[in-house]
């Protein structure tokens, strides 16, 4: 079967789940029996989101060969078995930087460099070059922004004409777009979704699909419309409809028969599509009665997508243990020596994720002393590691003034510093430890029995790593270093035995946690939530209900 393309285009405003339906589709396309594969492009200059704030952008999603990519990469793998890559992510910044080398090197043989054809002709490059890797049947492309963007322009152009490239009938054009519900008028209104329509149409892309993100579900009047007017079928008009649990959309685009449409359009092969699985997904993550309360203590707290990874694989935990998360956003720069603490007795464990920067440092640094002499379950990734490491030195280890080097220069016990191979560094972006690295897991730790094997392989995104010369003074006072690099050179997890649940790890477990299979530290972590819960009456906990957001 020759290769398959689904574009997936957005109108009228952003944030309408182009990346949710284009997982989705992934999803249901996959279980019935066919190899996807997914990509973003991204309309912005920035080569990677490496370098740009949380705040702008949410989270930087790190692929196994270290690519630093947008979020909704991490949606494309959590929703199916496909492996993202650098090949999976494409910005406008990576196609001018590539355009204007080859330019450099005399490529394109004296002739005027312009959008159409050396830019659009480059897209249509990566995307086949995603096609032609061999490893998919169908290959779904999200294109980023909306529809009237002109930073998108290029993008939309480019895969206007891909068809002549591939043939029709080997692409499917599926839009997502708004239907607002006016209260006043007490009515949906279809005209955002119809001039959305006409935009594309003006661009010369006419959509096979449309996928309609609305509050409430539609009739078949509205749906007659939508498709008189945007020249579809009313059966190729489908409702994606706000939902309680983001797992669910793609059982409610099956009942709607979007499968059958893409098989009929494309002209596939799927005798059944089986989302038994994700049928029981859905039941325990709405169903489950116990709570288990976590707090996760960072500096982006206030932009959800800052820490897209870390909820979504809580709550896969959550679904293991068969219990529902009270998750619990505390502001580490709140965090001072006194009662702000109070907040943390309402919890069952504390996480503390990755981040770059001194801001907060401290309030993380209090929190985890908390966690530590108050036997509340802890979990640091990445920099929540590097700062259970500085809050030992100092307050077991008496290294007064120990502390990263990142955040003190001139600290006179740098229990945390620079990489070796991070020295002669002088660019940021795409230059960190980035990317799949092996880890060795001592027989016996904590860690070694959540995983049940001896050697793991994870994501990695930092700069820094625990000092090798204050290992020795760190594990004297009772610290497992329970995971290290092959050959023992780097510190990749560390935890306390005397303690009912307490892990650091250099990397991020995150991105490689699965709804159907949760990373087996997060899955642990919520069990020992779990088991605080139980053990300690709710009454304890009064008093303490303020959330320092």
């Not at 220069?409 to 092996?438: C, F, K, S, W």
């Amino acid at each position: 079967m020759s290769t398959r393309y689904i574009f997936v285009t957005g109108g009228v405003v952003s944030s309408l789940g182009k990346g949710i339906t284009t997982a989705s589709m992934g999803c249901l396309l996959e279980a019935g029996g066919l190899r996807v594969t997914m990509m973003k492009c991204d309309p912005y200059i920035n080569v990677d989101p490496g370098t740009m704030s949380p705040f702008q952008h949410g989270e930087v999603y790190v692929t196994i060969d270290g690519a630093e990519t947008d979020l909704d990469l991490g949606h494309y793998e959590r929703f199916t078995a496909s492996t993202m890559s650098r090949l999976n992510n494409v910005t406008t910044g990576q196609i001018y930087k590539s355009v204007i080398d080859k330019e450099r090197r005399g490529d394109y043989l004296g002739a005027t460099v312009q959008v159409v054809p050396h830019i659009t002709d480059e897209i249509k490059n990566r995307i086949l070059a995603l096609g032609r890797s061999g490893s998919a049947d169908i290959v779904i492309v999200e294109i980023g922004g909306t529809v009237g963007d002109i930073e998108s322009l290029p993008f939309l152009e480019a895969i206007r004409q891909f068809v002549f490239d591939v043939g029709r009938e080997n692409t499917l054009f599926v839009h997502v777009t708004l239907l607002p519900y006016i209260g006043g008028a007490h009515e949906l209104k279809t005209k955002p979704t119809q001039h959305s329509v006409r935009a594309l149409r003006e661009i010369g892309i006419q959509p096979d699909l449309l996928i309609c993100r609305t509050p409430t579900r539609f009739g078949e009047d509205a749906q007659r419309k939508i498709a008189m007017f945007c020249n579809v079928a009313p059966s190729e008009v489908f409702q994606a409809i706000d939902v309680d649990e983001v797992h669910k959309i793609p059982l409610v685009l099956r009942d709607q028969g979007i499968v059958e449409t893409l098989v009929r359009k494309l002209n596939l092969e799927v005798l059944h599509t089986d989302m038994s699985g994700w049928e029981d997904l859905c039941r325990r993550l709405t169903e489950s009665t116990e709570t288990v309360s976590i707090g996760v203590a960072g500096k982006y707290i206030n932009h959800h997508d800052a820490y897209k990874s870390i909820y979504e694989a809580l709550r896969h935990a959550a679904a293991a243990n068969e219990v529902k998360i009270d998750l619990v956003k505390i502001d580490t720069e709140a965090l001072g020596d006194g009662e702000e603490l109070s907040v943390l007795r309402r919890l069952d464990g504390l996480l503390i994720p990755g981040g770059f920067g001194s801001r907060g440092v401290e309030g993380k640094i209090r929190a985890i002393q908390y966690a530590r002499t108050h036997g509340l379950p802890f979990f640091g990734i990445c920099l929540g590691l590097q700062c259970a490491v500085i809050e030992f030195a100092r307050n077991v280890c008496g290294l007064e003034d120990a502390n990263s080097t990142e955040f003190d220069e001139e600290t006179p016990h740098p229990v945390i510093d620079l990489l070796a191979t991070q020295r002669t560094v002088t660019n940021l972006g795409g230059t960190m430890r980035l990317g799949g690295y092996d880890c060795a897991l001592l027989e016996g730790s904590r860690a070694q029995r959540a995983y049940g094997v001896r050697d793991v392989r994870e994501r990695h995104r930092h700069r820094y790593e625990l000092n090798n010369r204050y290992r020795p003074r760190l594990e004297e006072h009772g610290l497992v270093c329970s995971g290290t690099a092959p050959d023992g050179s780097l510190v990749e997890i560390c935890e306390l035995r005397d303690h009912p649940w307490f892990v650091g790890c250099q990397f991020h477990p995150e991105f490689q946690s699965r709804p159907l299979s949760p990373h087996p530290l997060f899955r642990e972590f919520v069990a020992a939530g779990r088991r605080r819960r139980r053990s300690i009456p709710g009454g304890e906990r009064e008093g303490a209900r303020k959330s320092l957001v």
